[in-house]
């Protein structure tokens, strides 16, 4: 079994800036990337940044050149810089980490979300 462990977010003012971090433990072989996603009240929960193994971060274009994600390999660790925060950035952060927990096995788990809301 692998567990994420997500730092706790917050109440941020607009133009404020936040980073969150997730820790994977457990049983890991190697962790093919690692991501945010967010869930605002209401909608659909989306993409928010994802990074892989060997590979360029990606992310959604509401947050591109605000957010950055990174990976810290040997913590087995990923951390999402938010900066110039909106009030649309409210949502219910999740943690995504895609491992392979054995040689021919890989898996999606997911943390347990932590709230960012952006307001005055």
């Known amino acids: 079994q692998v567990q994420l462990v997500e730092s706790r977010g917050g109440l941020v003012q607009p133009g404020g800036s936040l980073r969150l971090s997730c820790t994977a433990s457990?049983?890991?072989?190697?962790?093919?990337?690692m991501g945010w996603y967010r869930q605002a009240p209401g909608k659909e929960r989306e993409l928010v940044a994802r990074?892989?193994?060997?590979?360029?971060?990606n992310y959604a274009d509401s947050v591109k050149g605000r957010f950055t994600i990174s990976r810290d390999n040997a913590n087995n660790t990923a951390y999402l810089q938010m900066n110039s925060l909106k009030p649309e950035d409210t949502a219910i952060y999740y943690c995504?980490?895609?491992?392979?927990?054995?040689?021919?096995?890989?898996?999606?788990?997911w943390g347990q979300g932590t709230q960012v809301t952006v307001s005055s």
């Open positions: 995504n980490a895609r491992v392979r927990t054995t040689f021919w096995e890989t898996n999606d788990y």
């Open positions: 457990g049983t890991i072989y190697d962790i093919i990337g």
């Open positions: 990074i892989v193994s060997g590979g360029t971060p």
